[in-house]
């Protein structure tokens, strides 16, 4: 693994900026998870515990992109550094906007686990009008910051398809319960709205 991942230089700007988004990637998890709270057994709904296996494989993905040295010999203030940090920092405004805006649209029906709840709601509004699934997206362009900041691009040859592999483990399973509860009205919104990136997949 070290290997793989041998470092490419980079700057304590970008590393800065990754820290940055990361600080402002768990406040917004947080404060899903208080959104969220935990259903009530007498909710109803459904729950498909085998979406974690998706997470287990989404973790392992980012830990061959995240694992390794990090080489920082880039001059601070040289022009190749601060665009590194630059393009770090979108990535990673990127990934907060999108979950954010996702999981303050879900509310409460917002979970790590595929879950629906008595009461769960077919969100189709904010980035959802876009993507049916923003957060992987905007999860997508973290490992991306993450390999641009460590400089671990080589990481991502075993990375990005163990992530996608974890995505679309969660995502099957996250369908089916949705089609499950809303049918029809899910199909019509699967229909004309794409996975991941408007207009394409």
């Not at 899910?186 to 997949?201: C, I, M, N």
């Amino acid at each position: 693994m070290i290997g793989l991942v041998h470092p490419e230089p980079t700057s304590v700007a970008a590393l800065g900026a990754m820290a940055l988004g990361f600080a402002a990637f768990l406040l917004g998890l947080g404060l899903a998870r208080g959104r969220a709270g935990k259903p009530a057994p007498s909710e109803g709904g459904r729950r498909d515990g085998g979406s974690m296996a998706g997470v287990a494989v989404q973790s392992i993905g980012f830990a061959a992109v995240g694992i390794g040295p990090i080489l920082t010999s880039l001059k601070p203030g040289s022009p190749f550094a601060i665009g590194e940090a630059a393009v770090v920092l979108g990535l990673m405004a990127l990934t907060v906007a999108l979950f954010f805006t996702a999981s303050r649209a879900m509310g409460r029906n917002w979970a790590i686990v595929a879950r629906t709840r008595g009461d769960h709601e077919l969100v189709t509004w904010g980035p959802f009008a876009w993507v049916r699934n923003p957060i992987y997206t905007g999860l997508f362009a973290f490992m991306l910051a993450m390999a641009l900041a460590f400089g671990h691009w080589r990481g991502l040859i075993i990375g990005v398809p163990l992530y996608w592999i974890g995505t679309w483990m969660r995502v099957t399973r996250e369908e089916a319960l949705l089609r499950a509860q809303f049918g029809e009205a899910y199909d019509a919104y699967a229909a004309r709205v794409k996975r991941f990136v408007p207009g394409l997949v």
